[in-house]
Every structure is written in structure tokens, then in C-alpha cells.
């Protein structure tokens, strides 16, 4: 989260400069200001998200070291995982925590003729923006441990087009529609980079009707010693 922070620091003073030594009188500038400070952002972050990546690696070889066995007691794919929730979750609340505010009033949402559907539509907004880093943080590890470059650039690729299509709204289907496809397929791609397969999917859900099962099986051997 904090390394998250400090891109989001460092994507902001960009943004300020640029904004300060321009025409602040011109509009469609600023606009164009604003969408290259996106980029940089999303840009900032995936680099700072590699950089956490190295950071883990050395950490991890020294926790091999100073272990009986001489492996890490944490594997690459939870820190993935654990570092992708942190990005998602410490994006979310900044996205969120403006708007939260504004929900209190005073005023009515959608009075001047814009979308009543504001507060729900960034609510999933931000819920996708929180797997979305989940689901990057995943794919993005095991492609920096794997030297596929193919797979960080489409990474880098889908999160440039996330944050662009938040420039639709409020037009919320042109955004969040797309955002949730992306979403969807980021999540089988990790799934599928974490060992997730279609066999453990019908394992997880055999073991569960096995539960249910011996569940109802011993309560109905408990019916007789009841009466």
C-alpha cells in the first residue's frame, strides 16, 4: 500500500507541475492534462509494482537463508496475491473515500438533471478497480518470475484501458461494462497462473457435497437415539 502511495504521490506533483506551467484558461488542455496524468499514474504504479517485486525477491532469498530447510516460509504466489489486495484495496479507498463524503450531504444526487446512479456505479467501480489489482498483482508476479514480457505488457495494456474508460462517465454503461469483462477475464487468467484448473473447480464443489451429505447422514443417525 505504501508503494502504491508514494506512485500516487509522485503521478500527482507531475500532474501539478503540468497543470501550473500551462494555460490553465484552456479547457480542452486541461482535459488532455488530466487524461496524461492517468496514464502516468497507472504507468507509476506498475512501475512501482516491479520494483515491490524486487524488493520481495531479495527479502525472500534472505528468509531462505536464515530457514532449517532453506526455502522461504512464503511462496511467490501469496505475495502476489497478498501485494495485489494491498494495491487494490489502498486504490479503493482513495476512489471511494471523496465520494463517501459527498453522500452525506447536502444536496440530492441527479437534481440538475445528471445520473441519480452516481454512488452505485462508482461503488462498482471501485470493487472492480480492488480485484482488478488483486488480479494484476497475480498475473504480474508470475510473469516478472518468468520472463514472459508479453504477459506485463498486456498487464500495463488492460490498465491503461481501465483508466481510460472511466473518462466515459457518466455514460456508465460505455465504462463499467467493458471494466467488468476486463475484470472477469483478468480473473480466470489469474485463477489459471495461481494452479487453478477446471479439475479443482469440480473437486472443491465433489468435497462439498460430500460435506452436505455425511451432514444429513449424521443427523439422520442422530433421530433415533433423540426419540
Not at 73 to 91: H, T, W
Not at 94 to 120: E, T
Request: hydrophobic share 50%; aromatic share 14%.
Amino acid at each position: 500500500a505504501f508503494f502504491w502511495l508514494v506512485s500516487l504521490l509522485l503521478a500527482s506533483l507531475i500532474w501539478f507541475v503540468s497543470v501550473h506551467l500551462s494555460d490553465q484558461e484552456d479547457a480542452k488542455l486541461q482535459y488532455g492534462l488530466l487524461v496524461f496524468g492517468a496514464a502516468v499514474s497507472v504507468l507509476l504504479q506498475e512501475a512501482f509494482r516491479f520494483a515491490y517485486f524486487k524488493l520481495l525477491k531479495k527479502a525472500d532469498e534472505g528468509l531462505a537463508t536464515i530457514s532449517e530447510d532453506g526455502r522461504s516460509p512464503i511462496s511467490l504466489k501469496q505475495m502476489a496475491y497478498v501485494s495485489g489486495l494491498s494495491f487494490g484495496i489502498i486504490s479503493g479507498v482513495f476512489s471511494v473515500i471523496n465520494i463517501l463524503a459527498d453522500s452525506i450531504g447536502p444536496g440530492i444526487v441527479g437534481i440538475h438533471g445528471d445520473s441519480p446512479y452516481y454512488f452505485i456505479t462508482s461503488a462498482f467501480l471501485t470493487m472492480a478497480v480492488v480485484l482488478l489489482h488483486t488480479f494484476w498483482g497475480v498475473i504480474f508476479f508470475d510473469a516478472c518470475e518468468k520472463r514472459r514480457y508479453w504477459c506485463l505488457g498486456l498487464v500495463v495494456a488492460s490498465h491503461l484501458v481501465t483508466s481510460g474508460l472511466t473518462f466515459l462517465n457518466p455514460w456508465y454503461e460505455a465504462s463499467l461494462v467493458p471494466i467488468y469483462i476486463i475484470t472477469i477475464c483478468m480473473g480466470v487468467w489469474a485463477f489459471f497462473t495461481a494452479g487453478g484448473s477446471f479439475r479443482n473447480i469440480l473437486k472443491c464443489l465433489s468435497c462439498k457435497q460430500e460435506d452436505d451429505s455425511r451432514v444429513m447422514m449424521y443427523s439422520a443417525l442422530q433421530v433415533p437415539f433423540e426419540d
